[in-house]
């Protein structure tokens, strides 16, 4: 069994075939996973908020959707991933607190999804599954052999996607 790379809260990490990452509890926040078939290499960032452009503070660039894809495109190419070959998975973006204001600003989750889907369109990387929304927290793990993402929830079971 390979060992299994750990993707910290406001984390990103790339490995190299054969292996695997995995983050756990996301619950607002998104797991963003990249996959090259060719070189099987994988990249996945643990991001928490859409945008590093409204936060004062924003120097883990990991934290934030978009800094965080374009500083896992940047370790993938450095590593010899082929960018034009990449595929995405994305997991997490919950809804973990009923909110009773209806505010907009407070759905974290969903404005992450969003934020994620329209950074890797605008980077033409296609999103092959997403495994998004819900109000329950994500566990993730990421394969390198096949792409496979192993989702563990608690009360909604383990898929692969």
């Not at 607002?28 to 452009?53: Q, R, V």
């Not at 998975?89 to 407070?106: H, L």
């Not at 990387?125 to 997403?130: F, G, M, Q, R």
């Amino acid at each position: 069994m390979i060992g299994m790379t750990k993707v910290g809260m406001a984390d990103l990490k790339v490995v190299k075939h054969p292996g695997s990452l995995t983050t756990l509890g996301l619950g607002s926040c998104i797991g963003i996973c990249l996959y090259d078939p060719s070189t099987k290499m994988i990249g996945m960032a643990h991001i928490m908020l859409p945008s590093s452009k409204t936060i004062k503070n924003n120097s883990n660039t990991a934290k934030f959707a978009d800094t965080a894809i374009v500083e896992l495109l940047n370790g993938m190419k450095k590593e010899g991933a082929n960018l034009k070959r990449l595929v995405s998975k994305i997991a997490g973006g919950s809804q973990m607190f009923k909110f009773t204001s209806g505010n907009d600003m407070m759905k974290i989750g969903q404005r992450n999804a969003e934020a994620v889907r329209m950074i890797l369109k605008s980077h033409k990387i296609p999103i092959l599954a997403d495994d998004t929304g819900g109000n329950f927290g994500r566990t993730i793990e990421f394969y390198s052999e096949t792409g496979t993402l192993l989702i563990k929830t608690i009360g909604h079971g383990v898929k692969e996607i």
